[in-house]
């Protein structure tokens, strides 16, 4: 199936853009940054990032783990995260206007500009990750979320949202049984979540995890 949605034009023209096929999303979220965190939540009612934190805080009790935020976007589950008291929070995005604005949060120990389409860097392995808001309907597909998997320390967790319209739409379920067998991770845990209320689409978080 393709990223094209049947029902695209029941939602809000900013998404149905995201979520159609051919997009450049790059060049969508260039332009958005500046006015994002305040259409998405105010306008499209965005808590997907509230919701993941609150899963992740239940998974990561060591609020002084070394976390990586992929696709961290504005920073808004980065301030989130710190808000709870993580202390040791860093992010990668493919926006640099986004990630200035994260940078602008002061929340971040460090920030780097990175595709998710591809593996992330050699670095220390991270105690845990967190990645929200990424995953729907492309470009980041079920094949590319062991880019988020694979930077953490053998059993630490991942905990990665996928948009709940491209869950049902996309057959996300099988696409991450499948990724799970064939990157060699688990996944522990499925929590259904509002994710844009103001649009009645919800989401799913993942709980994933390194094999010991």
């Known amino acids: 199936m393709n990223g094209k949605q049947d029902d695209s034009q029941d939602l809000d023209p900013r998404l149905t853009a995201l979520y159609s096929s051919g997009t450049d999303h790059r060049r969508v979220y260039e332009q958005w940054a500046q006015n994002y965190d305040t259409e998405l939540i105010d306008d499209l009612g965005y808590v997907a990032d509230r919701e993941a934190c609150a899963v992740f805080a239940s998974v990561v009790t060591d609020r002084g783990a070394r976390i990586l935020e992929a696709g961290c976007g504005t920073g808004l589950a980065g301030k989130r995260l710190a808000a709870m008291d993580y202390s040791d929070i860093h992010g990668v995005d493919f926006s640099e206007e986004m990630l200035a604005i994260a940078d602008s949060r002061n929340v971040y120990a460090s920030l780097a500009a990175h595709d998710l389409t591809r593996p992330l860097p050699d670095a220390p392995p991270y105690d845990a990750a967190l990645c929200v808001g990424v995953f729907a309907f492309g470009p980041l597909r079920s094949g590319h979320i062991h880019h988020v998997v694979d930077v953490v320390k053998p059993g ?48 799913r978080v993942l709980v994933l995890r390194r094999p010991m």
């Open 156 to 203: 630490a967790p991942a905990i990665v949202t996928v948009n709940g319209k491209a869950w049902a739409k996309m057959n996300w379920q099988d696409a991450i049984d499948g990724a799970a067998r064939d990157y060699d991770f688990t996944i522990d845990n499925i929590v259904t979540i509002p994710y844009l209320v103001k649009q009645n689409i919800d989401g």
